[in-house]
Structures are given as structure tokens and as C-alpha cells.
């Protein structure tokens, strides 16, 4: 079974309450589609630590070294950025762009977008 965890925006988290991405993965829709007959388990659905954007490295920042452990820990093979922090790597939220290189480093598989 495929562990999966969804990454979203600290910010975003004003106006969002998760729904586009927790139904896109129950409904297997959109970026989770990629998973149709595939047994997966949604195992974390965490905000960043906060934003990055002055050039910090996640790294440095003891809350986001414990999530990506806990990730590890977990078993999680892939994690989902959510839509809230960029199309991909390009358009990302430079911190989350940082995270996303970080969660790669640690060997979770990165897919950019969930619903």
C-alpha cells in the first residue's frame, strides 16, 4: 500500500478547509487519478511550517525538520503540494519549492497538485 501525504500553504489555510484535496484523494480525481486501482492510504495532510519566502531553509526550522522525520517514519512514499502552493516547482511558493527539494532529498516522491 502507497502512503501519501498532501503538503498545503500555511496561508492558505484562512480561506481553505481542505476539501479540494481530501476529496480529490477519496474520489482518486485529478492528481490522484494517477493512484486509480492502487491501494493508498492518506497518512498526513500537514501546512508548512511558515512561510519562506526571505530565503530561509526549511532545514533550519525544527518544526518542518520534525514533519519531514515523521514523514519518513511513516513510511510516506509520496507527497502531493497542493494546489494552494503553486502549479509546480516553477510557479511554487519559494519556500514550499525549498520543502519540496528537501521531501525529494529524503527519497519521497514529490508530485506537484491535488485537486
Known sequence: MRKIA???C???NDVCAGCGCLNAFIDRTRHFSRYA???IRLVAF??????????????????????L???????????????CAGRDAASACPGM???ARAFAARGLEVVWGTH
Open 6 to 8: 498532501i503538503a498545503a
Open 10 to 12: 500555511l496561508q492558505a
Open 37 to 39: 486501482g492502487e491501494e
Open 46 to 67: 500537514m501546512r508548512c511550517s511558515h512561510c519562506l519566502k526571505d530565503g530561509g531553509d526549511p532545514m533550519e526550522d525544527a518544526g518542518f525538520a520534525e514533519k
Open 69 to 83: 522525520q515523521r514523514l519518513v517514519d511513516e513510511g510516506v512514499a509520496t507527497v502531493h503540494i497542493s494546489v
Open 97 to 99: 519549492a525549498k520543502m
